[in-house]
């Protein structure tokens, strides 16, 4: 099966921990994204890969950072949760020169309490 | 600065009715726009897309309208049905851009 997948689906914290999450992406795609998505939906761009180089960083607190160890995989660790990281998490990815045609995966729900 | 506005933020419709979906953009850079769908608890997934050199763009009971002097786009669909209740993204890119903003959505309810 050809897809982008997430782990865990779910993951509740408290404030102050460490957490990952994983996505891989089976499609054979050069370009990885992850984007969080708030409560009302809001889609922001966090962080794009291109073939395991950071190519877009968007203006994310510090304790965001995303780790890639090759073209089908991009984690996202979150030193320090806090309230507001409370969200959605998506991956997504894209061929080469297809930037806009994004293939999401499920996401992973985080809740900080 | 919101790049692409979506109204409105939701809309029920009947089954069997006509939904409209409004898009615009500000970037004239802009030149390619997908629409995305996505259902509670899964991604959004690649609806239908169009370029800025065509006006039209169908797919099925899905249509794509734009505008590119007023730069705006509306995304038709036709005969709605119950399944066809998600949120609904609009989205901008420019060519060979890495960057794709994405509108803040518009949840569609279709009622039996």
């Known amino acids: 099966e050809t897809a982008v997948f997430q782990t865990p689906n779910y993951h509740v914290t408290q404030v102050g921990n460490e957490v990952s999450f994983n996505c891989k992406q089976t499609?054979?795609?050069?370009?990885m994204y992850w984007y969080k998505q708030d409560s009302k939906k809001l889609l922001k761009i966090m962080f794009s890969?291109?073939?395991?180089?950071?190519?877009v960083n968007e203006t994310v607190p510090r304790r965001f950072s995303p780790q890639s160890s090759d073209k089908a995989h991009l984690n996202l660790r979150i030193k320090s949760v806090e309230p507001e990281d409370s969200a959605v998490y998506l991956c997504?990815?894209?061929?080469?020169?297809?930037?806009?045609?994004?293939?999401f995966g499920p996401g992973t729900r985080l809740t900080v309490l | 600065q919101q790049q692409v506005r979506q109204s409105p933020q939701s809309l029920t419709v009947w089954e069997g009715e006509t939904a409209i979906l409004n898009c615009s953009y500000e970037?004239?850079?802009?030149?390619?726009f997908p629409w995305y769908q996505q259902f509670p608890g899964e991604g959004p997934a690649l609806l239908i897309s169009?370029?800025?050199?065509?006006d039209k763009k169908e797919d099925g009971r899905f249509t794509i309208f734009f505008n590119k002097r007023e730069k705006k786009l509306s995304l038709h669909i036709t005969d709605s049905q119950p399944g066809d209740s998600a949120t609904y993204f609009c989205a901008a890119s420019e060519a060979g851009g890495y960057k794709v903003v994405f509108g803040s959505g518009t949840r569609l309810l279709v009622s039996p």
């Open positions: 997504a990815s894209s061929p080469l020169g297809y930037y806009a045609e994004q293939f």
């Open positions: 970037d004239s850079t802009f030149n390619y």
């Open positions: 169009i370029r800025s050199v065509s």
């Open positions: 890969y291109n073939n395991k180089q950071l190519i």
């Open positions: 499609l054979g795609h050069d370009t």
